[in-house]
Nanobody, 126 residues
Framework: QVQLVESGGGLVQAGGSLTLSCAAS????????MGWFRQAVGKEREFVAA????????YYTDSVKGRFTASRDNAKSTVYLQMNSLKPEDTAVYYC???????????????????WGQGTQVTVSS
């Protein structure tokens, strides 16, 4: 069992920055790839970013490339999402999730993740 707790969400003006954190407890954190997803009101949950077990490989959806950066600290069992140049369309609840499979483009689908956090709200005002 893995428990995930996100933090760091909030209200920010367009062009601002936020860093989300996701702290894990339970089974060995470093044995999981980690993903970030988001869900805006009235929309389906969508992939944002993912990072491999060791942190050497990352994936991003096109709309956040160059603005968001995923990283992890396995010693702290924590994964981060640095979000810069935020836009109103980034407003959503952000979730972190644990991926037990092999690193690859399958990390961009929510179906491969077996543990999820409760989410943290990010609101970007124009």
């Amino acid at each position: 069992q893995v428990q995930l707790v996100e933090s760091g969400g909030g209200l920010v003006q367009a062009g601002g920055s936020l860093t989300l954190s996701c702290a894990a407890s339970g089974r060995t954190f470093s044995s999981y790839g980690m993903g970030w997803f988001r869900q805006a009101v009235g929309k389906e949950r969508e992939f944002v970013a993912a990072i491999s077990r060791g942190g050497s490989t990352t994936y991003y959806t096109d709309s956040v490339k160059g603005r968001f950066t995923a990283s992890r600290d396995n010693a702290k069992s924590t994964v981060y999402l640095q979000m810069n140049s935020l836009k109103p369309e980034d407003t959503a609840v952000y979730y972190c999730a644990a991926y037990p499979g092999i690193t690859g483009r399958g990390m961009q689908s929510p179906q491969g993740y077996n543990y999820w956090g409760q989410g943290t709200q990010v609101t970007v005002s124009s």
